[in-house]
């Protein structure tokens, strides 16, 4: 199974191929031109330097967000249409979802921990999600960092078993729950405050690390499982409301 995949819930964005859930090329997108004049330049090209063609794809990935909502449209509108052109299914994948799959992949990462997925939503603020043992508990949302932060060291405070043995498994069993790995963009200007906050707190390397590679697996993954939507079905996952809508409701407020 031939994927082609691409994330733009950035500015800078990747793109990947992959053959069986296993990447055979990803690359980062050219940051310096904006992402409606390099695509689909750019899938072209790496089809190219693979020697494949756009009939040899069997499924197309992207990520639905959240993330830029000019760069969001242009992802999704760019593989619609290549979707369409090869009359096969176009699979959206969270890019949290994706996030928190690479961090589960660190080595220092326990089974047990926590995976916090943290992109930068501008305005302070962070699109987030929280995610334990690779099932998501808490969002997707937007917020401030600072509230984030208090609802995490709350849930972190709460958990643990009824009844502890000795004063040993109580300090082991605290350090375990406590452990939350942070990954994202939106992590980079309050690592400080996180560490701060939650001092067992692990801060994810890359910390923005390519998504479309493990955008394609996730969607092969799904297709193996019968999961092929049309490339019609796939929506966006905004989170916040595009500045239009809430420009338009503060308008008709007034």
Same mark, same amino acid.
């Given at each position: 199974?031939?994927?082609?995949? *691409?994330?733009?819930?950035?500015?800078?964005? @990747?793109?990947?191929?992959?053959?069986? /859930?296993?990447?055979?090329?990803?690359?980062?997108?050219?940051? @310096?031109?904006?992402?409606?004049?390099?695509?689909?330049?750019?899938?072209?090209?790496?089809?190219?330097?693979?020697?494949? =063609?756009?009939?040899?794809?069997?499924?197309?990935?992207? =990520?639905?967000?959240?993330?830029?909502?000019?760069?969001?449209?242009?992802?999704?509108?760019?593989?619609?249409?290549?979707?369409?052109?090869?009359?096969?299914?176009?699979? /959206?994948?969270?890019?949290?979802?994706?996030?928190?799959? #690479?961090?589960?992949?660190?080595?220092?990462?326990?089974?047990?921990?926590?995976?916090?997925?943290?992109?930068?939503?501008?305005? /302070?603020?962070?699109?987030?999600?929280?995610?334990? @043992?690779?099932?998501?508990?808490?969002?997707?949302?937007?917020?401030?960092?600072?509230? *984030?932060? /208090?609802?995490?060291?709350?849930?972190?405070?709460?958990?643990?078993?009824?009844?502890?043995?000795?004063?040993?498994?109580?300090? @082991?069993?605290?350090?375990?729950?406590?452990?939350?790995?942070?990954?994202?963009?939106?992590?980079?200007?309050?690592?400080?405050?996180?560490?701060?906050?939650?001092?067992?707190?692990? #801060?994810?390397?890359?910390?923005?690390?390519? *998504?479309?590679?493990?955008? =394609? =697996?996730?969607?092969?993954?799904?297709?193996?499982?019968?999961?092929?939507?049309?490339?019609?079905?796939? $929506?966006?996952?905004?989170?916040? $409301?595009?500045?239009?809508?809430?420009?338009?409701?503060?308008?008709?407020?007034?």
């Amino acid at each position: 199974m031939l994927v082609l995949a *691409l994330d733009t819930t950035t500015r800078a964005g @990747s793109c990947a191929l992959a053959r069986d /859930g296993l990447i055979v090329r990803e690359q980062c997108s050219d940051e @310096s031109r904006s992402q409606a004049s390099r695509l689909p330049e750019e899938l072209m090209s790496l089809l190219d330097r693979e020697h494949q =063609a756009l009939r040899d794809i069997d499924i197309f990935a992207v =990520a639905i967000g959240p993330g830029s909502f000019t760069g969001l449209r242009v992802g999704i509108a760019t593989m619609q249409g290549l979707a369409f052109a090869a009359g096969k299914a176009l699979i /959206g994948v969270s890019g949290l979802d994706a996030l928190a799959r #690479i961090a589960a992949r660190s080595a220092d990462t326990e089974p047990t921990s926590r995976v916090a997925t943290w992109v930068d939503a501008w305005r /302070g603020e962070v699109y987030a999600a929280l995610y334990q @043992s690779g099932v998501q508990i808490d969002g997707p949302t937007v917020e401030h960092p600072h509230e *984030l932060l /208090g609802r995490i060291a709350s849930q972190t405070s709460s958990r643990g078993p009824a009844v502890m043995s000795s004063r040993q498994d109580r300090a @082991s069993t605290s350090l375990a729950m406590s452990r939350t790995m942070f990954i994202g963009d939106g992590v980079r200007a309050y690592a400080e405050a996180i560490r701060a906050v939650l001092p067992a707190a692990e #801060i994810a390397e890359p910390l923005v690390p390519m *998504l479309a590679g493990t955008i =394609a =697996a996730m969607a092969a993954e799904q297709a193996s499982r019968g999961h092929l939507p049309p490339p019609h079905a796939i $929506r966006p996952l905004y989170v916040r $409301r595009p500045d239009a809508e809430l420009s338009r409701d503060a308008r008709h407020s007034s």
